[in-house]
């Protein structure tokens, strides 16, 4: 354990479907991060919260939807869905921003294997 | 804008060899953080090293080393004496000091594999 906990840790849905990821933490940190991994590309930065307030969203289509109600909770929220969207997504947290950059406590959660069938 | 290079798309050799992952970053800020991550196979990314731009001295830990040269942008990983257990997918990644909304930027990876 990493201290960020992700579920489900797979997960395969229709393109129909609605999901949602979660992201937990309780490390006392107060930004936290989507990140998208696909096959043979980078991490790709998909939004950041700080302090529960969004500060970047990377033109990530509006069929992925963020929310953050607290500093220790951070959902993604899925809604119909493509194939190319089948990857593995990242949570992550830091202490905040500045921090983060940092590197002083980046800490990364199991990640959620997503299939979209 | 910044960029991290991991041309080694995977690598494979046998347990106890000595094996080199090369980074090749791009940036136009001068102060900048270079960082190493390995995820295994469970999926976390799990922090290994930090490097910051004014900070050009190399570093060894057990048998970790990373050699960080300015004049090439690069900073380089070598695992000497290779152990089966190392096998796993390596990141490279560089941060602005620009209040870190930009989170960090990853190379490709290195998928490492060490045979026994």
């Known amino acids: 354990e990493t201290g960020v906990t992700q579920t489900p840790r797979h997960l395969v849905m229709g393109m129909t479907n609605k999901k949602s990821l979660k992201c937990e933490q309780h490390?006392?940190?107060?930004?936290m991060y989507w990140y998208k991994q696909s096959a043979k590309k980078p991490l790709e930065l998909m939004f950041v919260?700080?302090?529960?307030?969004?500060?970047e969203n990377n033109s990530v289509p509006s069929r992925f939807s963020p929310e953050c109600p607290n500093s220790s909770h951070l959902f993604l929220h899925l809604h119909t869905l493509q194939p190319e969207d089948s990857a593995l997504y990242l949570c992550?947290?830091?202490?905040?921003?500045?921090?983060?950059?940092?590197?002083?406590?980046?800490?990364f959660g199991s990640g959620t294997r997503l299939t979209v069938v | 804008a910044q960029k991290v290079t991991q041309a080694q798309t995977e690598i494979s050799v046998v347990e106890k060899e000595d094996v080199t992952l090369d980074c090749v970053y791009e940036?136009?800020?001068?102060?900048?953080?270079l960082f190493w991550y390995k995820q295994p196979p469970s999926g976390e990314l799990v922090f290994l090293i930090r490097?910051?731009?004014?900070?050009?001295q190399n570093e060894i830990s057990g048998r970790y080393s990373w050699n960080f040269q300015k004049s090439t942008s690069s900073f380089n990983f070598t695992i000497t004496a290779s152990q089966v257990v190392d096998s796993a997918v390596y990141f490279c990644?560089?941060?602005?000091?620009?209040?870190?909304?930009?989170?960090?930027?990853f190379g490709k990876g290195t998928h490492l594999i060490i045979q026994p």
């Open positions: 990644a560089l941060s602005e000091l620009r209040g870190g909304a930009d989170g960090l930027t």
């Open positions: 992550a947290s830091s202490l905040d921003l500045r921090t983060g950059a940092l590197g002083y406590g980046y800490t």
């Open positions: 490097r910051n731009s004014f900070d050009e």
């Open positions: 940036t136009r800020d001068t102060t900048y953080y």
């Open positions: 490390l006392g940190h107060n930004a």
């Open positions: 919260y700080n302090f529960k307030e969004q500060t």
